[in-house]
């Protein structure tokens, strides 16, 4: 078994590093600072849990702390790839399932790769152990049991992931579990803010329920050994094995293809939406035209774009609705003065992956129509731009509606300032966007709903990238706190959005350059498969 699994990670290697010799040396070096800096922050925290956990002192603290902090460690693990729809590493079995590999091997590998999803609660668990062992009054098999956690972590993942991959194939029902998981997410601050002070205080005052994983996880690890925490941990962990198996053996007999055609007419019929995709020519003329139209109809139908947009007005109202208009709802506070601008903001973010920083990663290897053609590429740049801009605005739009269905205060000001403020943010990711998607570009499948982990160079862009896009708005809001006048506000903005267009233009000049040096390496990278193992 441990040979063919040799087999394919040699095989992912080769892929990734028939990849490496064309990356830019600068750009692997940006990348290389960024995502040190991103898990050197969590490394910190790693060396922090060690330190106080070393401290035979600190322990009887440790005993009302750790549970909680084991159920977050969960959490992160289990709740955060499915929210940012990122699942991280995964097999592609279309290729492997040619091979007489068994199935143990494959669920093997699967089982390591979602790792990939919880990297930083494994170090802060590896420093929290690290500590464990060097406190004489813990016993040295005791941080053992966190190992045990991370295998039941790592089996949850692995059937969450493969349901989710299942559920999402369906049409009819991938907006229904994306609105569940949203619900699902939202609950506990709901519960949180809207409950009183005293049942609150009775529930996290009172002792923690032994029935849970990450409650028997923590008395293990301080070394309060009693055989119920451990077959509690045990139990846990065969359930998720139990799972995660059952979960990915169903996947081994699941065909994404037959799922997403079920139930399709093979009838051509005009679409319901017509009247939405003719609308830029009522303004612009071919080929300008007709490229925003080409890229209306191919957003609106890619499950990945669809699951981002709605999650936009979906999630971001819920996530934050309980902050801004909860417990304290009768005191004004930033966030619920500024609630529409703060989630509209939200939805830029999730949609940036998709319309901004790769805006060329659904066409693929079809993006090399755009180098035949007789069409300037400055007018395709400008199609994908103004589409992305529109698809924002209606975006902006839903959440306002919803705003005012849900009842919640909101005025002609708040309208203004959230529109105003999401063009000028529009207009920076859009100069940072068209460079990266011509000196960054990567083949992406609409189909796939659940992206797989993304790119290290794209991560250090939401990093870096979207803060720096901020930073005109976060002047106005400061210009505005200073002078205590909305005259400030939307007069600093005018002239962040003055500096923007002339970002943009400057940057376009640079992308267009790119474009025409770079013809082969962009058609390259976006006709480029994939490995054995997604990433």
């Not at 159920?71 to 097999?91: D, H, K, N």
């Not at 959005?497 to 970002?503: D, E, F, K, S, Y």
């Amino acid at each position: 078994m441990w040979n063919q699994v040799g087999a394919i990670v040699w095989a992912q290697w080769r892929s990734t590093r028939n990849h490496l010799p064309r990356a830019n040396l600068g750009g692997l070096l940006f990348t290389s600072v960024l995502t040190a800096v991103w898990y050197g922050a969590f490394a910190y925290l790693a060396v922090l849990a060690a330190v106080l956990l070393s401290q035979p002192g600190e322990l009887e603290a440790f005993h009302k702390i750790l549970p909680g902090a084991m159920l977050l460690c969960f959490l992160y693990w289990q709740v955060i790839p499915v929210l940012l729809t990122s699942m991280g590493s995964s097999l592609d079995l279309r290729k492997l399932l040619v091979y007489p590999i068994p199935k143990r091997a494959l669920f093997a590998i699967e089982v390591i790769l979602r790792i990939s999803t919880g990297g930083e609660m494994l170090l802060i668990l590896i420093g929290a152990a690290t500590g464990l062992f060097l406190n004489p009054n813990v016993p040295h098999g005791a941080p053992f049991s966190l190992a045990l956690f991370v295998v039941f972590n790592l089996f949850c993942s692995t059937g969450i992931r493969d349901l989710l991959v299942r559920l999402m194939a369906h049409k009819r029902s991938r907006e229904i579990v994306v609105f569940l998981f949203v619900l699902a997410a939202a609950l506990p601050q709901l519960i949180f803010f809207r409950a009183s002070e005293t049942r609150m205080r009775q529930f996290f005052g009172g002792e923690p329920s032994a029935i849970f994983p990450w409650t028997a996880t923590a008395r293990l690890a301080l070394g309060e050994f009693s055989w119920m925490s451990l077959g509690v941990l045990l139990a846990w962990t065969l359930a998720a094995y139990v799972f995660g198996r059952t979960q990915f053996e169903r996947g081994l007999r699941f065909d994404a293809a037959e799922a997403s055609a079920r139930g399709s007419s093979t009838r051509r019929r005009v679409s319901r939406l017509e009247w939405w995709y003719q609308l830029p020519n009522a303004v612009f003329r071919d080929p300008l035209a007709a490229l925003i139209e080409k890229e209306l109809r191919f957003l609106s139908r890619a499950p990945r774009f669809r699951l981002v947009f709605l999650m936009g007005f979906s999630f971001g109202l819920l996530i934050w609705a309980p902050i801004a208009f909860g417990r304290l709802s009768t005191e004004r506070s930033f966030l619920s003065d500024n609630y529409l601008t703060m989630v509209s903001i939200y939805a830029i973010l999730l949609l940036s992956d998709a319309l901004f920083w790769n805006c060329f990663g659904f066409d693929r290897s079809a993006a090399q129509v755009y180098f035949l053609v007789p069409v300037k590429m400055s007018t395709v740049l400008a199609g994908k731009n103004l589409a992305a801009a529109f698809l924002v605005l209606i975006e902006i739009i839903a959440i306002a509606l919803v705003c005012a269905l849900l009842r919640l205060p909101l005025s002609g000001r708040q309208i203004l300032e959230a529109v105003a403020v999401t063009c000028v943010i529009t207009l920076f990711i859009l100069a940072v966007g068209n460079v990266s998607s011509l000196y960054n570009p990567r083949a992406v499948n609409p189909v796939k709903t659940m992206k797989t982990a993304a790119q290290s160079r794209t991560q250090a862009l939401l990093m870096l990238g979207f803060p720096i896009t901020l930073a005109p708005v976060a002047l106005a809001y400061l210009a505005r706190y200073a002078f205590d006048t909305e005259w400030a506000f939307f007069g600093t903005l005018f002239v962040g959005g003055v500096i923007g267009v002339l970002v943009y233009f400057y940057s376009l000049q640079s992308a267009l350059k790119a474009a025409s040096e770079r013809r082969e390496q962009i058609i390259t990278a976006l006709s480029r498969g994939e490995g054995p193992i997604e990433n």
